[in-house]
T-cell receptor, first 114, second 112 residues
């Protein structure tokens, strides 16, 4: 089955630790995205990548970092600089960025930092 | 700044009532418009999209949306809701080469 895998489903970390969230897709999509979902805030764009080895900051990139070394993978690191990291993180992909291309979403990772 | 506004935070309806969820955007130029739905415990999925042509677009599960360019609006409608429509609904917009920007979402609760 083609799709987007995010792991783990739930993640717990202590404050001050960096943590990396995994996102893998087997849809052969060029573009990948990371969003953060908070109650009442909708989905806010953290980073996106239109092609391997390239990525752009979204609206709330501070405290996060990404890499795109392979087409299939777009891991997100939540650094200790992120002031409020507890949230639900969604990864998405599309054939290309923008236009009418549908973005497909993964199941999400719920990160809790205490 | 470019933004997407959804007017209703929480809508409560009885089964068979009609639904209209508002969405306005502040982008200039050509835009592509989307409605996504997130059912409880499920992935976000596409309901419908508009990019050109007939401004009235039909999506899955009996939903439709109308693009009114002069009002910068893309409202979602359904003539008769069902209990299974209980979900969170997101309006989203993009332009060429950009990622989707989402509104804050509307939670729909349908009572049977």
């Amino acid at each position: 089955d083609g799709g987007i895998t995010q792991s783990p489903k739930y993640l717990f970390r202590k404050e001050g630790q960096n943590v990396t969230l995994s996102c893998e897709q087997n849809l052969n999509h060029d573009a990948m995205y990371w969003y953060r979902q908070d109650p009442g805030q909708g989905l806010r764009l953290i980073y996106y990548s239109q092609i391997v080895n390239d990525f752009q900051k979204g609206d709330i990139a501070e405290g996060y970092s990404v890499s795109r070394e392979k087409k299939e993978s777009f891991p997100l690191t939540v650094t200790s600089a992120q002031k409020n990291p507890t949230a639900f993180y969604l990864c998405a992909s599309s054939s290309q960025s923008g236009g009418t291309y549908e973005q497909y979403f993964g199941p999400g990772t719920r990160l809790t930092v205490t | 700044a470019q933004s997407v506004s959804q007017h209703n935070h929480h809508v409560i309806l009885s089964e068979a009532a009609s639904l209209e969820l508002g969405c306005n955007y502040s982008y200039g130029g050509t835009v592509n418009l989307f409605w996504y739905v997130q059912y409880p415990g499920q992935h976000l999925q596409l309901l419908l999209k508009y990019f050109s042509g007939d401004p009235l677009v039909k999506g899955i599960k009996g939903f439709e949306a109308e693009f009114i360019k002069s009002k910068f609006s893309f409202n979602l409608r359904k003539p008769s809701v069902q209990w299974s429509d209980t979900a969170e609904y997101f309006c989203a917009v993009n332009q060429a080469g950009t990622a989707l920007i989402f509104g804050k979402g509307t939670t729909l609760s349908v009572s049977s």
